[in-house]
């Protein structure tokens, strides 16, 4: 509030440095990307941040073959356009697109997703029939999980992924803290909590 006060209300230029980036968001009408050292990029906030965390690589996991009915063959987050990432703003919808391999589809097939804290404690679990989304004879089907923009809290999660019965009596598939992703906040009032519990 106070470097607000100082650069807003007094005229002064304030030098801000900092990787919370909600709070750059919020204070700041330039930014500075550096690396090594070095200016990499000068600009507006929302780009300057978006290329901080563009460069990150995205954990994926893939399995071509399995003996089970169903299995994992592919999961990853992504962005609305299918492109692999693992940095989200705040307020941007979260993708987790899993593929899933058929080799003897029942009606009795689900899928579990849960979404895991950095302290791998469960957020909330979704479990899901696979109907709706198989048609006959699909040998894979392709699922998107969406976790709608400004719902979770700015910090790390990774997600658990089981392919079971709906009685839970069978699991075909588990993962377990797969996938791990940051939320980031984007100039919201969540900015003073980035990364904390």
Same mark, same amino acid.
């Given at each position: 509030?106070?470097?607000?006060?100082?650069?807003?209300?007094?005229? &002064?230029?304030?030098?801000?440095?900092?990787? #919370?980036?909600?709070?750059?968001? @919020?204070?700041?009408?330039? %930014?500075? +990307?550096?690396?090594?050292?070095?200016?990499?990029?000068?600009?507006?906030?929302?780009?300057?941040?978006?290329?901080?965390?563009?460069?990150?690589?995205?954990?994926?996991?893939?399995?071509?073959?399995?003996?089970?009915?169903?299995?994992?063959?592919?999961?990853?987050?992504?962005?609305?356009?299918?492109?692999?990432?693992?940095?989200?703003?705040?307020?941007?919808?979260? &993708?987790?697109?899993?593929?899933?391999?058929? #080799?003897?589809?029942?009606?009795? @097939?689900?899928?579990?997703? %849960?979404? +895991?804290?950095?302290?791998?404690?469960?957020?909330?679990?979704?479990?899901?029939?696979?109907?709706?989304?198989?048609?006959?004879?699909?040998?894979?089907?392709?699922?998107?999980?969406?976790?709608?923009?400004?719902?979770?809290?700015?910090?790390?999660?990774?997600?658990?992924?089981?392919?079971?019965?709906?009685?839970?009596?069978?699991?075909?598939?588990?993962?377990?803290?797969?996938?791990?992703?940051?939320?980031?906040?984007?100039?919201?009032?969540?900015?003073?909590?980035?990364?904390?519990?």
């Amino acid at each position: 509030g106070k470097m607000d006060d100082v650069s807003k209300k007094q005229g &002064r230029t304030v030098l801000f440095v900092s990787h #919370n980036m909600g709070t750059i968001m @919020q204070l700041c009408n330039q %930014c500075i +990307l550096l690396k090594s050292g070095g200016v990499e990029d000068i600009g507006e906030p929302s780009r300057i941040v978006e290329e901080y965390y563009k460069n990150e690589k995205t954990e994926s996991y893939h399995k071509e073959h399995s003996d089970a009915d169903i299995f994992v063959k592919q999961v990853f987050p992504c962005d609305k356009s299918g492109n692999p990432s693992i940095n989200f703003a705040h307020l941007e919808d979260i &993708r987790l697109r899993m593929v899933i391999g058929v #080799n003897k589809y029942a009606d009795h @097939q689900n899928i579990g997703v %849960c979404l +895991l804290r950095q302290d791998k404690k469960r957020v909330f679990t979704v479990n899901k029939s696979l109907q709706p989304f198989y048609k006959n004879g699909d040998k894979e089907i392709v699922v998107d999980f969406i976790i709608e923009g400004g719902l979770i809290a700015p910090m790390d999660y990774s997600f658990l992924v089981a392919l079971n019965t709906k009685t839970g009596q069978i699991t075909y598939d588990w993962l377990a803290d797969v996938c791990p992703i940051k939320v980031y906040d984007d100039g919201t009032d969540f900015s003073f909590t980035e990364g904390s519990d």
